[in-house]
């Protein structure tokens, strides 16, 4: 069987599977609106699949106990083409919102085709789809090799990806038919919520019990990254998304602050989920990929601890930045603001690190795109946290906040760093998860690279200059001392960035798709007898920084 | 220092706590006190509620997303004020779970939209609003003009909000669907009802028009029409000045 069970996971596979289609049903039935019985009978359906699955495998001979030497990586494989299904569907979406904005018209006259419910689908897709489903996967990749064991718990492994993904399935369904507190990155409403938290406390067991197998004295980096991610996400989260639901047998709640200090708690978490979920997790993901795959060992191991520590520190105290000028009490702000700008040094820190890492190897990044994947996301990453702390000063933010400048800022970040880094780490560990020498095309890598870069640049300069525009327009006064511009005159000027915007959207849309078809053909071509063979644990030492 | 870490990252436990103790300093300093310093939110005396249409209102603004495009917070910044009116006040939200503040404007702040125009203009405008203003990327929201509004669960969210501090009598939860009925049927018994429990200033109107049938769109026009009209507190603090 795929997941290799012994008698007794599959026993305990069996119990929980029961556990969650009984949960499901229950809301199934018992639920007072569509949305609940919905989420209820979809969470039943994907319980109940996997109750097949284990029974009809239920009989099969039991693995070999030399698995036990062996790392476990069928979530990850599963994982690594979850996220790029979702990097698809979450850049089709995203373009499609970007045509909207050129042309409003281009959709269907029902709810769950409208703007407001297909952005909060965009968002969710990439961030939580995409980078979560690539998180996930390469943590449980690197954790194995730099600890060199086995995960701990593969019940536990496979309950934390499907039942993740169960989560972004009940997310996106429930955008599309209303279901959303319209708290930006955390829509979901509490029943989602609450099954997110079970999940995420089973990744956080998963995660410690195989770190305390590690057969390595120290806690490699990447997994110092991995850990603050998972610790501070399932914080951020809770907190956050504290809510009332109006009946346990419906929908709809209401969040438990309200006003100034729901503002401050709403971007505290939407400012650290950039932190932690789109910063930190992926910065783990680099510290592993980039020495890996350019053959080079971290520059420096004193400056991985002074930016791990800086960004953990740091991060927490940044939020306020999103409410200058705003009800929100003014000394929070000038906090958040002094903090956002001391955050350049972890930041660059970082991005120096691994830069200097690179030195040596810059042969490499010219003839390997995939490396050059991950090359280009830390300049992008340099380059979104420099522009980030710049924004966070009052008196640029009274310009930048409310514009499409913050969309250029946020997208140079996303697709500039996390895309392109998440595409760099499964490009690199796609091959050997399935036991070949490279992936099936290494010139779509390269077709892929270059779409990517093209629309990431297009994009992001199309943003800067309509955000710029249009904060001048509207703080533009005649000479007689009036507003000199409507908000429709700069409605109109933006035309044309945003079908540029489109455009680029569609570019890197085309090269995920081109990516997705490389993926899937590395793995329908790759060799049947080495796939069921997992590599042996090496001998050598894993992997350590320089010094 | 070096040394130290060399040590702790040996230990999980250890580093586990160590990211839980770096992590929580600064949320703990910037939120916590918000709740306990009494200048966080200002006292006004003429702060209402929202009545149960627009409450239903804000709830299918927040299902519809329009946070996505609009904001509704005036910040202090002169521009603002001289296009959007007075700027923002905490107390203005206080009864807002969750907030709307908002962080991206592709269409204008809404922070003071009541009032600014007629219900037809409202209603026009939200099913095809290239029809009012024909620049507007703003999408066509005739699909809540053709959903009855549902009122059954109404008092059971106004039970919630009581719940959490918005200060709703057990006359305004019993009578929630009767009150949302009656706000959009002016000159009738229901109506009065609704007069009689949130105040004279009370919008009542026939709102999207179709008389008879309480739509979506009613809901949604009442609660725009209610926007920045709950105090008066920044008129008044912009006319002190
Ligand atoms: C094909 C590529 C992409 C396209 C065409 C695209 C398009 C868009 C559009 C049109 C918006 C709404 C902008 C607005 O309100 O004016 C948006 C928002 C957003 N997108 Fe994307 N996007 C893409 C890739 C990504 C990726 C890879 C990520 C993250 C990993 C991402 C994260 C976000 C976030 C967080 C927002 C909300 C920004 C805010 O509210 O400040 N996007 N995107």
Known sequence: ?547 | MFGLHYRLERKTIGFLLGIIGVSSIGGLIEIAPLFTIDETVEQVADMRVYTPLEQAGRDIYIREGCYGCHSQLIRTLRDEVERYGPFSLAVESKYDHPMQWGSKRTGPDLARMGGKYSDDWQRAHLINPRDVVPESNMPAYAFLQRALLRTDNLGLRLATLRQLGVPYTDEMVANAAADAQGQATPDTALAEGVRRRYGDATNISTFAGAAGKLTEMDALVAYLQILGRLTNAAHEMAAGE
């Open chain 1, 1 to 547: 069987m795929l997941a290799g069970f012994t008698k007794g996971e599959r026993f305990s596979a069996l119990s929980l599977a029961t556990v969650v289609a009984i949960v499901g049903l229950f809301f199934a039935l018992m639920g007072q609106d569509a949305l609940l019985q919905t989420h209820g009978a979809m969470m039943a359906a994907a319980a109940a699949c996997a109750l097949l699955y284990l029974v009809l495998t239920y009989s099969a001979p039991e693995p070999a106990l030399d698995r036990l030497h062996r790392y476990y990586d069928g979530p990850t494989k599963v994982g690594v083409v979850l996220a790029m299904i979702f990097a698809v569907v979450g850049f089709l979406v995203g373009d499609w919102v970007a045509w909207l904005l050129y042309n409003p018209d281009l959709t269907f006259d029902a709810g769950w085709a409208s703007y407001g419910r297909l952005r909060p689908l965009h968002t969710s897709a990439v961030i939580f789809g995409f980078g979560g489903n690539a998180l996930i996967a390469t943590s449980f990749y690197i954790l194995q090799r730099t600890s060199r064991a086995r995960l701990a718990d593969p019940v536990g492994a496979w309950f934390v990806l499907l039942g993740y993904n169960l989560f972004c399935a009940i997310a996106a369904s429930g955008y599309l038919m209303g279901a959303t507190q319209s708290k930006e990155y955390a829509e979901p409403e509490w029943y989602a919520d609450i099954w997110l938290t079970v999940v995420w406390v089973a990744y956080l067991l998963v995660y410690l019990r195989t770190l305390a197998r590690r057969r390595e004295p120290h806690i490699y980096v990447s997994n110092w990254y991995y850990l603050a991610f998972i610790l501070v996400v399932a914080v951020l989260h809770i907190v956050n998304n504290l809510a009332i639901p109006v009946s346990f047998l419906q929908s709809k709640s209401y969040s438990l602050f309200s006003g100034v200090q729901d503002a401050m708690t709403q971007w505290w978490y939407g400012h650290n989920a950039v932190g932690f979920f789109l910063t930190a997790g992926f910065l783990g993901m680099l510290y592993y990929y980039l020495p890996i795959r350019s053959g080079r060992p971290i520059f420096s191991y004193r400056l991985s601890i002074i930016s791990f520590w800086g960004i953990t520190f740091f991060y927490m105290w940044a939020g306020s930045h999103h409410l200058h000028y705003t009800a929100l009490p003014q000394w929070v702000q000038t906090l958040g603001m002094t903090f956002s700008v001391m955050l350049l040094v972890p930041s660059w820190a970082s991005a120096t690190n691994a830069l200097l890492t690179l030195n040596g190897a810059w042969h490499k990044v010219r003839d390997d795109a995939t490396l050059r994947f991950i090359t280009v996301a830390i300049l992008f990453y340099g380059l979104s946290t420099l522009e980030g702390s710049f924004m966070s000063i009052r008196s640029v933010n009274a310009l930048s906040h409310y514009t499409d400048w913050t969309i250029g800022h946020v997208h140079a970040g996303a697709m500039g760093w996390v895309a392109m880094i998440a595409f760099g780490a499964i490009y690199a560990s796609v091959p050997w998860l399935w036991k070949r020498d490279s992936m099936y095309s290494t010139r779509l890598v390269e077709v892929h690279f270059w779409l990517a870069i093209a629309g990431t640049v297009i994009y992001v300069f199309a943003m800067w200059n309509s955000g710029i525009i249009q904060g001048l327009m509207w703080r533009t006064y005649t000479e007689s001392g009036t507003l000199a511009y409507s908000f429709v005159d700069s409605l109109v000027a933006m035309k044309p960035y945003y079908a540029a915007r489109a455009v680029g959207g569609l570019l890197f849309l085309i090269g995920g798709v081109v990516g997705l078809y490389n993926v899937w053909m590395t793995i329908r071509t790759a060799p049947k007898a080495a796939a069921e063979f997992d590599r042996p644990m090496p001998a050598t030492p894993a992997f350590e920084p320089a010094e």
